[in-house]
T-cell receptor, first 113, second 109 residues
Framework: IAGITQAPTSQILAAGRRMTLRCTQD?????MYWYRQDLGLGLRLIHY???????GKGEVPDGYSVSRANTDDFPLTLASAVPSQTSVYFC????????????FGAGSRLTVL | GQNIDQPTEMTATEGAIVQINCTYQ??????LFWYQQHAGEAPTFLSY??LDGLEEKGRFSSFLSRSKGYSYLLLKELQMKDSASYLC??????????WGAGTKLIIKP
């Protein structure tokens, strides 16, 4: 592993299903983030974690949950997927929170039918 | 509200120079970032400005004017591989990162 690994790369799922997007980093970064990227819109922050054991809500948190049990892992869960959650999801990390450079994972393309 | 404005799309010729503008209105300012994103890939960091002026890094330069809420990314000696989207992002006073929608740059031979 080098940097951030996201899984799955892409997924199609039925509305109402539960889905967890996985994110693992090996840089020992304290801060981690989940963004969604939709055509014509800027990256929108879903949830973030400034350090292991803490999480916070971003701009568009509804319908999503996260956990940060350790430094490396930051999974994003959709409890009951809806079509409006069709998007590309990026996990990112930075050494500390604040005005710091983000390193992004390759993204997970999710389609909810 | 807070917003970042950048052109949706620009076209330039290989070997030429292009300037991508970004204007912002945010609650406070703690730095401005430029990221490059090739189609289907993750954004990657290009530059960071927190003070007024020009930061040069090889073929790429980034300029900031805090009083005007304005930045630009200057790409010189354009290459086909520079075809990508360029994302402008500003950190506000709460250290929230506000993102523009990105500028898609098309390079023609």
């Amino acid at each position: 592993i080098a940097g951030i690994t996201q899984a799955p790369t892409s997924q199609i799922l039925a509305a109402g299903r539960r889905m967890t997007l996985r994110c693992t980093q090996d840089m020992r970064h304290n801060a981690m983030y989940w963004y969604r990227q939709d055509l014509g819109l800027g990256l929108r922050l879903i949830h973030y974690s400034n350090t292991a054991g803490t999480t916070g809500k971003g701009e568009v948190p509804d319908g999503y949950s996260v956990s940060r049990a350790n430094t490396d892992d930051f999974p994003l869960t959709l409890a009951s997927a809806v079509p409006s959650q069709t998007s590309v999801y990026f996990c990112a990390s930075s050494s500390v929170s604040g005005a710091n450079v983000l390193t992004f994972g390759a993204g997970s393309r999710l389609t909810v039918l | 509200g807070q917003n970042i404005d950048q052109p949706t799309e620009m076209t330039a010729t290989e070997g030429a120079i292009v300037q991508i503008n970004c204007t912002y209105q945010t609650s406070g300012f703690n730095g401005l970032f430029w990221y490059q994103q090739h189609a289907g890939e993750a954004p990657t960091f290009l530059s960071y400005n927190v003070l007024d002026g020009l930061e040069e890094k090889g073929r790429f330069s980034s300029f900031l004017s805090r009083s005007k809420g304005y930045s630009y990314l200057l790409l010189k000696e354009l290459q086909m591989k520079d075809s990508a989207s360029y994302l402008c992002a500003v950190t506000n006073s709460n250290y929230q990162l506000i993102w523009g929608a990105g500028t898609k740059l098309i390079i023609k031979p």
